[in-house]
């Protein structure tokens, strides 16, 4: 099975009826640019970039240190573009000593971009450094679960800021395409105010499943009730898809899902064109997406999106 999987390396992914799938990996560490391209992915869908930071004591990386990381990552992708995500810290991947206390519902605090924009020197400093490495390569900065007008409207003015003060001192730096990271219900339901706003969306199904369903994703306790196939979930991750068509821009999922290969028919039959996952999944993603007849797959998942209990409907059919 592996070796026959890894003959489909150099094989474009294509659907039966011609549609072009890009398949992209998420990584970690600026090494895992180069492995992903090794393995198959046409570029990076999530890089996330807070692992930079984490296991530091306290000492962070400065701009020039991150620069050299993110164009390390940048150049490991020889032209293929790369999707920096900004920090995503606090609640689940705790910075040390860091100053700031552990919070008393994690997942519901100052983490992601809410802890970048509570901290903008810190934002800037990450801002500058990517926009530097941009001018090496393709790259897309997206930022972690955004929620409100105001996250937006600050986020864009401290990517402006950060550019100003680029040019100021004179560093080189790249155009960058922005996006927002779909990862809580709110975004979902006012996905077209994101759209008027970001060059692209990637959903971060991980997030948004545990927003939805208020199921802490790190709490085994509750683990049997983190459903992707919750109709809740499909029904916003359909409507984003298709809002984000009907804009003609592009919308990838990067969670856990997009991976798994017993959900990408269902995420092709709802439009999705970008998926992002782990580059060990790559090559049985592409499988399914070879396999697949988008003709068929999308009248077949509209109807699972109208069922009681879709994952009833998914395993018992096949389009
Ligand atoms: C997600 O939430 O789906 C996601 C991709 O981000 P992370 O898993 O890093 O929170
Ligand atoms: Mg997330």
Not at 112 to 137: D, K, V
Not at 247 to 267: H, Q, T
């Amino acid at each position: 099975e592996r070796s026959r999987l890894a003959r489909l390396r150099h094989t474009p992914a294509i659907t039966r009826d011609g549609v072009v799938i890009e398949l992209l990996a998420n990584i970690e560490q600026p090494a895992d640019a180069a492995a992903a391209v090794q393995a198959g992915a046409e570029g990076v869908g999530l890089f996330r970039s807070e692992f930079l930071f984490m296991g530091r004591a306290g000492q962070l990386p400065d701009e020039e240190e991150q620069y050299q990381a993110y164009r390390q990552a940048v150049e490991g992708m020889q032209g293929r573009p790369l999707t920096i995500r900004s920090i995503d810290i606090g609640a689940d991947k705790p910075l040390e000593k860091h100053g700031r206390d552990v919070f008393l519902n994690p997942a519901l605090g100052l983490r992601a971009i809410r802890w970048s924009l509570a901290e903008p020197a810190m934002f800037r400093t990450q801002l500058r450094a990517i926009l530097r490495a941009a001018a090496h390569g393709p790259v897309r900065l997206m930022f972690p679960m955004l929620a409100h007008r105001q996250e937006i409207l600050q986020t864009l003015a401290q990517v402006a800021q950060a550019r100003q003060e680029l040019q100021a001192k004179g560093h080189r730096f790249g155009p960058v395409q922005l996006g927002a990271m779909i990862e809580v219900p709110a975004a979902a339901i006012m996905v077209d105010y994101f759209l008027q706003h970001f060059d692209f969306l990637s959903i971060g199904t991980n997030d948004l499943i545990q927003y939805t369903l208020a199921i802490d994703r790190a709490d085994e306790a509750v683990a049997h009730l983190y459903d992707p196939l919750h109709p809740a979930v499909l029904q916003l991750v359909a409507q984003v898809i298709a809002a984000g068509q009907a804009a003609g821009k592009p919308v990838c999922v990067c969670g856990e899902v997009a991976g798994d290969v017993s959900m990408i028919r269902l995420l092709l039959g709802m439009g999705l064109r970008s998926f992002s996952m782990h580059p060990a999944q790559l090559l049985a993603v592409k499988q399914e997406v070879l396999r697949a007849d988008t003709r068929k797959l999308a009248p077949w998942a509209a109807q699972v999106l109208r069922a009681d209990h879709p994952a009833e409907v998914l395993a018992h059919e096949v389009a």
